[in-house]
């Protein structure tokens, strides 16, 4: 459940069974064992995490509840019926031990450590990559977080910052570029932070290694801290023709004050300066981004602030989040909350301004042509994948493309797809 990350670890502990002789069978299927990677990044998670352990027991089986929300609640998930296991973010690779020595004698047993306690990275070594596609892999780089947003528990779930060693990091992007995969997204808690826990590396070091890896054609990082876009950054990515022209910048308010009250370690015009520096060197480069509507004290004045930054960035998408306070956090029992109708309103008028915003994105390429890594046949004779700056894109070949990166020419743009024409040289 929850974010690449956890799919990352969910398939990393599938990985663990399976090598041990288990088969893996859909979560609806009759099992002997259930297992729930839960998540805690809003409280939705929180009640979707429960409701997917209590559909697990009850059938005779053996039920783990493991990731976030077992980690940060243990005894809330210890409490629910029919639970055996409680493991949280940590010792997740003692799965196949733990669950082959329970026995009913125990009652639940919960193994959930600090957090916030050492230990290095779990799963060095996996078979299984989780993927969206059949032409694009997630390769966690990075776990755990440092930064402690005030509305955000994820530092207390997944303890501090953890990297994969490099030779690691490697070696499993050359097993995804033998398996076919031609794209590969970089990913973790804040991948920004990779290396900050080992010597001699981070991510501008790894990139250019990555780059180098026969097979891999695209590299996509899934979100970067608009901190990290500096001078060095942008001097790396000139060198890196397979890294992908989409930043994911999360900026949350265009507010400084509400960036204060949210610990986050930029203001407005850092971002704007962060953006400016990407397009210096990628003009066209979609920049998506997150933002909460209606965090503690935000007035009118300053939601207009965020807005306004808004479309002077002119984002390619807006992932919007009306704010839910979060029981443990900094946040939730700040003063001035907003009440549900003053979210809604605003969260409404963010989407509203994405829509528009998206749009105009996606009709400056029309007349332009698109380099797209095709992923599947949409209909017989269309196919449908995505260029490098995430739009999507849908065309006609009466060959085969899935998996292959072709120009496209894009003729118009119909419900959020830009349809086009494969050029025969491309």
Not at 32 to 45: F, Q
Not at 268 to 275: G, Q
Request: aromatic share 8%; net charge neutral.
């Amino acid at each position: 459940m929850g974010c690449k990350v956890n799919f990352c670890d969910t398939e990393a502990m599938l990985d663990l069974f399976q090598h041990k002789g288990y088969e893996i069978v859909p979560f609806e299927s009759e099992a002997d064992i259930y297992i729930i990677n839960t998540c805690t990044v809003t409280n939705t998670g929180d009640k979707k995490s429960r409701q997917m352990i209590r559909r697990a027991a009850g059938r005779g089986a053996l039920v783990i509840a493991a990731g976030c929300y077992a980690q940060v609640n243990p005894g809330d998930v210890e409490n629910i019926e029919g639970v055996n296991l409680v493991l949280g973010t940590k010792g997740r690779d003692r799965i196949v031990e733990l669950a082959e020595a329970y026995n009913e004698s125990m009652g639940v047993n919960s193994c959930v450590p600090e957090a916030r306690s050492g230990g290095g990275w779990e799963f060095p070594g996996v078979s299984r990559f989780y993927s969206d596609s059949r032409t694009r892999a997630f390769l966690k780089i990075q776990d755990g977080c440092d930064r402690f947003c005030s509305y955000c528990a994820i530092p207390y779930a997944r303890g501090p910052v953890k990297s994969r060693e490099p030779g690691g990091v490697l070696d499993e992007a050359q097993r995804m570029a033998a398996g076919g995969y031609k794209e590969i997204v970089l990913t973790g808690i804040h991948v920004a932070s990779y290396g900050k826990d080992l010597k001699n590396t981070n991510l501008i070091k790894i990139l250019p290694m990555l780059n180098n890896i026969d097979g891999i054609e695209r590299i996509r990082l899934s979100s970067v801290d608009p901190v990290f876009i500096d001078n060095e950054f942008i001097d790396c990515i000139r060198g890196l023709p397979k890294l992908c022209d989409h930043f994911h910048l999360s900026l949350q308010s265009g507010s400084d004050r509400v960036l204060r009250r949210m610990n986050r370690r930029y203001t407005a015009v850092e971002y704007l300066n962060a953006v400016s520096l990407l397009r210096s060197v990628l003009p066209e480069a979609a920049v998506t981004t997150d933002i909460i509507a209606g965090f503690p004290g935000e007035t009118d004045a300053e939601f207009e602030q965020t807005l306004s930054l808004a479309q002077t960035v002119r984002f390619a998408k807006i992932h919007v989040f009306p704010f839910s306070p979060k029981k443990g956090t900094a946040a939730a029992g700040m003063p001035g909350q907003v009440g549900e109708a003053v979210k809604s309103e605003r969260a409404h008028m963010l989407l509203s301004l994405s829509e528009r915003l998206s749009q105009a994105y996606m009709r400056s390429f029309v007349g332009k042509a698109l380099p797209a890594l095709f992923e599947h046949p949409r209909e017989p004779g269309v196919y449908e994948g995505y260029a490098s700056n995430y739009i999507k894109i849908r065309a006609k070949s009466i060959t085969d493309v899935t998996n292959q990166i072709h120009t496209v020419y894009v003729d118009c743009i119909k419900d959020e797809c830009a349809y086009g024409t494969i050029l025969q040289n491309g």
